[in-house]
Structures are given as structure tokens and as C-alpha cells.
DNA sequence: CTTTCGTTGGAGAGCGCTTTCCGAGTCTGC
DNA sequence: GCAGACTCGGAAAGCGCTCTCCAACGAAAG
């Protein structure tokens, strides 16, 4: 097959005997040309087997057909295990998916980018701004974050997943995690339930954060305004430590929330070596409706999160940003919903 | 802060009061160039807030720092679920995870590409061939790939994940799957076990082949020459349907192997509903060793797929490959081994 | 004091593409 | 039959960068 350097439009251009301005016309489908040219060019295309070269491309249009998704780390993290702990998780696959089942229609390419320290934030809205990229899709993990403000500053179209920690003028899409929270809690009442403890995420990232209030607000509604606590950091073992934590506080509890599934799962696994069982003498909720919660045993109960359609809503934001960097910013909230399994 | 046109060499140049090309040699570190200058130029970068421009700069220098990671799905795919169940598998974060392990202290990007038709196959190589990318990693998915062939043809520095079906001379890493079965086999049958099924996955890709010889040529060894089979296509539902059909085929099963975690997920939920127990009555051995494993109920014995690390080391192939395109063709096959839980 | 060499920095070409600007044709309408 | 309005295609100027080539200069050598 052709091999050595890549046919250029010069080539094109030679091979049809017309010049690499008409070429380009007749690829970028550009009226003005005539259909007996065009066909010559395109035959010429065909012949040579050119290909455009993107980055030359984008040099010069000021668009690359690519957005950024942004994973943005604390400095903390930036050399542990946590990392290869994130990707594991089911939550990073649903969102690429979910992405990508916008993008890729498009003809949007995603280029994958992992920030932890504040340097490399700096560096990463450097490249963003120098056209590495359309805009930015990003997944902040920190508690507190400066990227979205220096997105907003550079100006660089970005929307964010999950809403930021301060208040920064950006689109984002996030889940109403209070309102699903309190779903569980409602749940749990209704079952019956009258000692509900809950095993918490981290007490600093805001979705954690708004799972605990709205918890809590729901709780209090309905007269318990106290409850058992232990908090994990949504990873299976430390849901598992939690909940052992949270029968030490108080055995005879009838009822959990735990912030997301796959903590739920640790929970169940401490549930196993306990006379309790579940769901009659203890009902388990959990949160995000993940793959785990239909292969948790019994089948958990969970909170329904659309990670993917959210992801996707993204992509569309922000594909509607690049496209008018004047759009008024947005943000669209999701209501998650109750799924009933087994475990409560 | 500045916000309009990014600042270009060409402005750090005139605030140093130097040419171009001395900015260009004091960025890009090359000797040559007086101390003073250096600072001078330096202080000059800080000033202007100066990011070099990557795109013009792989326009001229063929390096992108950037590699591709190709899912390479079949046509068939092309509109309907699959995609999405393929990213939220654990599967794909492992493999991210992996290849950013090293990628990301080289400072190399990932550009995420998903290719259906033969058509976006002939796009990419093309992308590639033109300088998108200095390399890709690639995972096929269907039975019979053009991809790997015309990446190879194309002269594009290329590393599989798993094995292509057909030979062709390209970089890849592997498991040796046929192992792994055996070594569930040899658990299954020192266990005593004396009525073994297996739950395998398409008749028609690479890796679940493999483990279906593998699993095969083991029990002939130890004298089963014929044992009941049902297969499914790696999800959980396929798993539950199948272990169901095993059970049609034999009720009294007591030792089933099963071709990935997922399926053996399924397998045990359809257990849960007979008389019989795990691993009591009848052993359950999976693969994979996905975090499915221990979410199990009973935890699942299965065999380890290093997958994180085979992804470190397409990486690592991969920019040795890029660097020495003469580099000899070579694969690396890990070994897998068994995880004893308890399910068998 | 001239020659030679090594060092340093500038000019400028060029990576592959898009796009503005023009000139050369082609058509109408009077 | 010719001005004016259009249509079409080419020349060329960049996009922001790297890197080769060369001029200039100072120092070392003869």
C-alpha cells in the first residue's frame, strides 16, 4: 500500500490540475465550483487516497473537532492508587458512554485528560485556550476546585458534571441529590423502619454533601431529627467498615442509607456475618442504581442517578456553547428516582 | 484576566527583544543560547502568560504526544446498546486506568476513537497516517477485524489488547486464557468435582475461544472428554439464562466454569433460586477478577486478569514502538492465576 | 595583524491547510 | 455591441511553530 508521506491537497491539487485552493473548496463542499471540476476532484481524492491532515486544518479554522474530558484530581491523589481506583468504577464508564453516544454522531473526537496538580490545571487551560481542544467536559473530584474558575476565566467553553463546589458562573448538569436522598429516607419510613442509620460519602464533595442534607432534612420531617452516621469514602471496603461501625453505635438498627452502591455492597457483606438479614430484619438502600445493585445479593434497592443521559445532556451544552460562546449559562438538573429490588 | 488571542512566540519575542527562533530554542531547551537570554526570555514567557501552541508546533514536528485508544466495534453495533454495556463494564475504566498509568508521567495524552464501519476504519488510518495521533492502542471487539491489518499496512505504530483473530504482524498483549480455564478446571476437578459445565462466551472472539480450548483440552486431560456447555455473550442476564439452560441440561451439576465474572454474577443469581448451594452443592469458578468478584454472593472464585497491567504495558510497547518504528514485532502474554473466595 | 574556528542569534522557509482578494470569463439588458 | 453584474478559479497571505542556514562577532592560533 502508499506508504511514506501522506498525499497532501498539493497532490490532490497536481493530480487534478487545479489548484489546492479549488481542492480545498470542493472538499470543504463550498458552492462556487463547478460540478465538472468537482468530479475531477474528488476523482483525484480517490486516486491519491487523501486524507485532510486535521492538526493543519485546525491550525488555521480555529476548530479541532475534539472536547476535552477533564478528570480534575486533587494534588493529594496525585501519585496513589486512587486514580486506578476512579477508573474502575462504573461511574467513569457511564459517563464516556454517555458522551460518546453524542459525540460520536457529531464526528466529535474526546481526548482524555487527567489534572491533579494546580500546575497542570494552568498548563491544561493554556492548551485549551491554544486550541488544543473545542471546550471541556469536566469531572471534578476535589472538594474545592479551582479549574471551573479558571475555565470561566480563560473562557473556555466547559461544562461541568456535578455542580461546583463554590459558586462559579458555569453550565453544569447534576443530579438532585437531596431529593434523592430524601426518597430513601421516605422509603425507609414508609417500609417501616424506625432506626435508620446512615453511612455517608466524604463530607466535603458536594454531591456527598447534598445526599447527607437532603437525608437529613427528610428525616427530620418525619420527627427523627438524629440519627446513627458513619461516613466511608464510596469505595466497598470502607462501606463495609461503616456499617460495622454503624452497629457498633446501634445493633438493633432496622434500617440503612448508604450514599451510594457500592459502599451498599460492603454493608451487605458485613450484614452477612450478623444475625440480622436482610431486608426483613434490616433494610438496605442504596444510591446510583450502578450494575452493582442487581448483582448485589439480595438485589439492592437503590436511587436511580442517569449518569448517561446526564453525561449526554453535557455533551449537548456544550457542544451548544462552542457553537455560541454568548449562550446564556445553564444548568439542568436531573430527578433521580426510587428502584425497588429486594433489600428494602 | 488576558482573554482575546492567546499570546504566540511571536509576542513573547518582541517583549524580550529577541527573534523568534531564540524564544523557540530557550522553550524547547536547547543549548546555544547566553544565560542572559534565557532569563531575559523567560521572564518575557511569564509576562505574556505564554503557552506554546501544540497543534502548530505537531504540524511541524510529526509528534503529537497524543495516543489514540480505538475501540474497534463491527458495523453490526453500529446503532444499537451495545456500546454503552461496553462502557459500563468494568472492562474499558481498567484498561483507561492502565494505559494512564504510564501515559500520564510521560505526559502523553489519550484520544478515545470508536470505530464501527469499515468506512470510519479507512478515516481513522487515514487520521492517523496524516499525524492525528503518533500511535493507538486497540481494542477489537468483533470476531474478524480489518483494523488490525490496516493499521499494520498504513505503517501506523499500532499495539492490541488481546490477540487479533487472524495473524498479522502487530504488536499486542495478551492473557494466556487457554491457562487460566485450565487452571479453573484443575480447581474445579481437585475439589472433586465430577459434573462440570461451563458457561462460555461467543463462539467467535479470540479471548472466549481460547478459554473454551483451554477449559476443553484440561478436562480431556483428566478424562471428561464431553461436558455440558451454554453460552452467552458476557453479561449477566446471558449468564442467568445460560446457567438455567446447563441446569436443564443437567440437574445435578456440581462444579460450573464460567467464562467472565459478569456471567458467573448471573449464574449465581439463577442458582439462588434452586435448592442447591454455593459452593456446596455446586462449585461456581468466573473470570476475570473484576470487582464483580467480591461484590459476588459468595464471593467468587476466579481467575486474575492482570488487565491494568497488560494495559501499562501496551502503553509502554506502544511508545517504544513509536520511537523505534523498526522495533521487532513482539507480544507479551501474562500468565493468569487463580483467586480461591468462595464460591468453589 | 591576519586567519581560522566556535559560538550565538536572526532571517526565512516551510509544515498542510483555509480564505481573502482579484482577474478573467460568461451572461444579460439596453 | 458593450457596460454592468455574476461566476469561477488561481495566487498568495497567513495560522503558530521549528529548524536550517548564514552573518556577525570574539577568541585563539599562526
Do not use: K, M
Given at each position: 500500500m502508499r506508504s511514506g508521506r501522506a498525499p497532501t491537497l498539493e497532490d490532490v491539487a497536481r493530480v487534478a490540475g487545479v489548484s489546492r485552493a479549488t481542492v480545498s473548496r470542493v472538499i470543504n463542499g463550498i458552492r462556487n465550483v463547478d460540478p465538472q471540476l468537482h468530479e475531477v476532484v474528488w476523482d483525484a481524492v480517490g486516486q491519491t487516497g487523501y486524507v485532510p491532515n486535521r492538526l493543519a486544518r485546525s491550525l488555521v479554522?480555529?476548530?479541532?473537532?475534539t472536547v476535552a474530558l477533564v478528570v480534575s484530581d486533587s494534588?493529594?491523589?496525585?501519585?496513589?492508587p486512587f486514580m486506578s481506583r476512579f477508573f474502575a468504577d462504573p461511574y467513569f464508564g457511564r459517563v464516556v458512554g454517555g458522551l460518546m453516544s453524542v459525540l460520536r454522531r457529531e464526528g466529535v473526537q474526546l481526548a482524555l485528560q487527567i489534572v491533579g496538580t494546580d500546575d497542570a490545571k494552568k498548563r491544561l487551560v493554556g492548551d485549551l485556550r491554544s486550541g488544543q481542544a473545542d471546550g471541556a467536559v469536566v469531572l471534578s473530584l476535589p472538594a474545592v476546585d479551582p479549574l471551573p474558575r479558571m475555565l470561566t476565566d480563560g473562557g473556555i467553553p466547559a461544562v461541568l458534571i456535578g455542580r461546583p463546589a463554590d459558586p462559579v458562573p458555569i453550565d453544569y448538569v447534576d443530579l438532585a441529590n437531596d431529593t434523592g436522598a430524601a426518597l430513601a429516607a421516605e422509603h425507609l419510613l414508609a417500609r417501616g423502619c424506625r432506626r435508620i442509620g446512615m453511612i455517608s460519602g466524604p463530607a466535603d464533595v458536594p454531591a456527598s454533601l447534598d445526599r447527607i442534607s437532603g437525608f437529613r432534612r427528610a428525616m427530620a420531617r418525619h420527627g427523627h431529627g438524629w440519627f446513627p452516621t458513619a461516613s466511608g469514602n464510596f469505595t466497598q471496603d470502607s462501606g463495609e467498615a461503616a456499617m460495622r461501625a454503624l452497629l457498633a453505635q446501634d445493633?438493633?438498627?432496622d434500617g440503612v442509607f448508604v450514599a451510594n452502591d457500592l459502599m451498599a455492597l460492603g454493608a451487605l457483606l458485613a450484614l452477612r456475618s450478623t444475625p440480622q438479614s436482610v431486608p426483613d430484619d434490616i433494610a438496605v438502600v442504596g444510591f446510583d442504581d450502578s450494575s452493582a445493585a442487581t448483582a448485589a445479593a439480595p438485589p439492592l434497592t437503590t436511587i436511580r442517578h442517569p449518569l448517561e443521559d446526564m453525561a449526554a445532556e453535557a455533551a449537548r451544552l456544550l457542544l451548544a456553547r462552542v457553537e455560541d460562546p454568548a449562550m446564556q449559562v445553564s444548568s439542568v438538573i436531573y430527578e433521580p428516582s426510587l428502584v425497588r429490588r429486594t433489600s428494602a
Open positions: 479554522t480555529r476548530r479541532t473537532g494534588e493529594a491523589h496525585d501519585d496513589d445493633p438493633a438498627l
